[in-house]
């Protein structure tokens, strides 16, 4: 199994990704944000692979809750600082697969 789909358990889209994966009948993990942590090095990993910007979910409500001081300035460090603090913001579901990382399982398994 090299298949981790990382993400919070009760968020909408993580739950259909499990469900398409597994009716794939596609082997995978599931890494809950909440209950099995988030470290820099993973973080940092993912970040490398698919860029702050695109991790970082503006539109959640972790962000609409933010002050805006701890909003802005942002850039790469502050990003990376609010996402450890509240791994809500990142974007979900996020794939990892033979070392690669995806934005979504439809990045990962697109539609033919």
């Known amino acids: ?25 596609l082997a995978f993990r599931f890494h809950d944000f909440r209950a099995d942590g988030l470290d820099r090095p993973l973080l940092e990993r ?5 860029g702050w910007d695109n991790l970082l979910n503006r539109r959640s409500t972790t ?16 990003a990376l600082e609010l996402m450890l603090e509240y791994p809500t913001l990142i974007k979900r579901p996020v794939i990892e697969s033979a070392g ?12 033919p």
């Open 100 to 111: 690669a990382f995806f934005p979504g399982l439809a990045a990962y398994l697109p539609v």
């Open 1 to 25: 199994m090299d298949i981790v789909v990382y993400g919070i358990a009760r968020c909408d889209a993580c739950c259909k990704a499990r469900r398409t994966l597994e009716r794939q009948g």
């Open 63 to 78: 962000w609409r809750e933010l002050p805006e001081p701890d909003r802005a300035p942002l850039n790469r460090v502050r």
């Open 46 to 50: 993912m970040e490398i692979a698919l």
